[in-house]
């Protein structure tokens, strides 16, 4: 593996974040023959998970499988993969100048940006223990896997009962506990008609035994049994370190400010597209990916177009 000190500047095309997205897109940018660099964290949004699932093919696959097997189509191609913090980012001229945490200074045409997300979970003593297994929050990911189970709805953002309605149709056994979000009337009416239980005594903390979630202990000291909890986190993007590239940030429905991009992750500011959960909280691995080839696909396209009209002027 190449590191940063040894790569010719400026590249193609510099990647930031390698998770599903990522990779993904520096596959389709290296199998077009370009110069591409991932540069990633090694902090993975879904770490915790025992498996990806709903991924065509790749069923039950561990992430950090899904993530070495990328990394190896990546190199296979001609591109490269380190383990490095992003420290800063800045537009130079008609291309990007990415500092990373040891003071390396990679310089690039074009920028995917994949940092992805850090899921922000309510304040319950308990919860972030078990984050990513008997605490979820996708039916997608990890429904079939908690079918028929006794499963707990944490009520801290306003879109709980969306994900009540989901997991019910999963088990039979959910309960909604309020934390921070009263059930408006017509929310009270989905419950009732789905058989979906509800508990307003507030919770104070989750039980667990042997690393599993066991039960929730209400705010009077009672405990109502539940193997499998879900709740809504509020997804916040990884973009502290880009500031200095001007991205626009707009409120996403779930709550949270994220990267605004077109149709095919290009952003408003030129060079720069985004793909996966940095802009797209509700993406799962494989939309991920779908995200990252279109615009791995799409900064090709833009650095033909423009090393063509460089072509035709120099005639």
């Known amino acids: 593996m190449t590191t940063p000190r040894t790569l010719t500047a400026p590249l193609d095309a510099l990647v930031i974040g390698g998770g599903a997205a990522g990779l993904a897109g520096a596959i389709t940018l290296a199998r077009s023959r370009r110069s591409v660099l991932v540069v990633d964290g090694g902090a993975p949004r879904n770490a915790p998970a025992d498996g990806v699932h709903a991924l065509l093919a790749l069923d039950g696959i561990a992430p950090a499988d899904l993530v070495a097997r990328g990394r190896e189509e990546v190199a296979r191609y001609g591109g490269d993969v380190v383990t490095a913090e992003v420290s800063d980012a800045a537009i130079e001229g008609d291309g990007f100048a990415v500092t990373l945490g040891d003071g390396t200074v990679v310089r690039a045409r074009r920028l995917l940006v994949a940092t992805g997300a850090v899921d922000v979970l309510p304040e319950i003593p308990g919860l972030a223990e078990h984050w990513g297994r008997s605490v979820v929050h996708c039916p997608y990911c990890h429904g079939w896997e908690v079918r028929d189970q006794p499963i707990g709805v944490i009520a801290s953002h306003p879109m709980f009962t969306h994900q009540a309605l989901l997991f019910r149709q999963l088990s039979s056994d959910v309960v909604v506990f309020t934390h921070g979000v009263d059930p408006t009337p017509e929310q009270r009416a989905q419950l009732l008609a789905r058989g979906i239980g509800l508990v307003e005594d507030g919770v104070s903390a989750i039980r667990a035994e042997a690393g599993a979630v066991t039960g929730v202990e209400l705010a009077d000291g009672r405990v109502v049994p539940r193997s499998v909890l879900t709740v809504q986190s509020v997804l916040r993007p990884r973009i502290e370190s ?31 597209w985004l793909a ?7 993406a799962q691995v494989g939309a991920s990916a779908a995200a990252g080839t279109m615009a791995g696909a799409q900064i090709n396209a833009d650095l033909v177009m423009a090393e063509t009209a460089a072509a035709v002027a120099a005639m």
């Open 276 to 282: 996966g959960n940095v802009t797209e909280p509700a």
């Open 242 to 272: 880009l500031t200095g590239l001007g991205l626009t940030v707009a409120e996403n429905p779930m709550g949270t400010f994220v990267p605004t991009t077109d149709i095919g992750g290009r952003s408003e500011v030129p060079g720069v």
